[in-house]
């Protein structure tokens, strides 16, 4: 929790600001989408090594 | 006991895959949304098993914050919708489940946040089995031979056991 409390990233931080639900998710085949109201889905994308 | 445990078999041979979800969810104050997840492509199925929601903390201050205008209603394709506070007994626990999720009949989540005051952030697990959908009717069959075969011990006359639907399977 302590690493995503520190991922107030600007994207982030604008959702929350716009009283948006951010959804954060690593790099998936599932797919999220939104149905009603405001979210905003963030995909975190696993670097390639 | 799980059922990636009771799926192994299938796992093994190919046939289902064993995998898990993790999300964080921020909601900000006064907020609801829904949405709908699955899987991204058609002829899929999510069979999800378990699922563990995360202790609510406090967005802006990372404090752990219980309150059950914190929550969320979800349903599933045999799933009735219902209502999970984020509260202590719910949270940090494993939830059974047996409900699948589609392209076509997605699972949907629905968030609230009915505090006025506190960004709420917390995050949720689903472990999961996925298979093709052409493969269901046969991981069904599969799943109640072992129903069957608890139900039936001791009996004479045990039918379909989970070995006769391995054997079947791999045939197949």
New interface residues.
Partial sequence: MVVLLSLKNEEIAKAVKDGKVVILKADTPSKIMPSTGKVVVITIKRSET | MNMAFWLAPLIRIGKAKHWK?????????????????????YGRV?HVYKLRL??P?N?NT?EVTYNDKIYLWMRGKEMEWHWHPLLESVTGTDIPMDTTAT?RD?M?IE?HNDTTDT?V?F?MTFHIVEYNEVDERLIQEFMRGFINYFLGYGKIGVVPTPERMIKKLIRW
């Fill in positions: 979800e993790t999300f964080y969810v921020i909601l900000p104050p006064n907020t609801s949304t829904a949405v709908r997840w699955g899987p991204r492509q999510y995360g202790t903390r967005y990372g392209q997605p949907i968030y960004t952030v995050d």
